[in-house]
């Protein structure tokens, strides 16, 4: 059983303009929400998370908004850079010191 | 700040052969940390986790193990390598009581 889903697999944008990255969840456990960012042949880098009491949270060009009643949270970046080139993965946990459920990944290319 | 060191950074090992991965942490005291793996083209998965020196809860079953003889050192073993034993071992922790998890560099491990 996935229980979070990353369904497309890729996302192709220009330089400047808005990238959003979906995820749907199954688990209601899940009380906290994150999103990582990797490089080939390196660790995922924490970019920003959310918890399952807010819908909406800001860090510089990345902002994650948590529909609870859909399942489904959403990355965006703006104005998207191509140093934002990697893959993004969403991921949820229920409680702290807990086990991270990732999806698969979504591969973001940035256009020049 | 935290740092979270993984050698050997690839290895490639027959099958049948021993393994012995090795994560240590540093600017940080009695962290949970984390083992998962990334196979080709799938998302990341919970090995094992660990809470403190000595306690290892396994997440799902296989042909590895893992100890924590220190509390900033976490080891990943097996005594018989598989050919599915091959992909992205990545090494995470998290401070007490914190959603969020950091990752190491991780070791990308080839088995043949």
């Known amino acids: 059983d996935q229980q979070v889903k990353q369904n497309s697999p890729s996302l192709s944008v220009q330089e400047g303009r808005i990238s959003i990255l979906n995820c749907d969840y199954t688990n209601s456990m899940f009380d906290y929400f994150l999103w990582y960012k990797k490089y080939p042949a390196e660790g995922p880098t924490f970019l920003i998370s959310i918890s399952s009491i807010k819908d909406k949270n800001e860090d510089g060009r990345f902002t994650v908004f948590l529909n609870k009643s859909a399942k489904h949270l959403s990355l965006h970046i703006v104005p998207s850079q191509p140093g934002d080139s990697a893959v993004y993965f969403c991921a949820g946990i229920s409680g702290a010191n807990s086990k991270l459920t990732f999806g698969k990944g979504i591969t973001l290319s940035v256009r020049p | 700040s935290q740092t979270i060191h993984q050698w050997p950074a690839t290895l490639v090992q027959p099958v049948g052969s021993p393994l012995s991965l090795e994560c240590t942490v540093e600017?940080?005291?009695?962290?949970?940390l984390y083992w998962y793996r990334q196979a080709a083209g799938r998302g990341l998965q919970l090995l094992f986790y660990?809470?403190?020196?000595?306690?290892i809860s396994s997440e799902v079953p296989q042909n590895l193990s893992a100890s924590r003889p220190q509390d900033r050192q976490f080891i990943l073993s097996s005594k018989k390598l598989l050919l599915s034993d091959s992909g992205f071992y990545l090494c995470?922790?998290?401070?007490?009581?914190?959603?969020?998890?950091?990752f190491g560099p991780g070791t990308r491990l080839t088995v043949t």
């Open positions: 600017g940080t005291s009695n962290p949970n």
């Open positions: 995470a922790l998290s401070g007490a009581s914190s959603y969020e998890q950091y």
């Open positions: 660990s809470v403190g020196i000595g306690q």
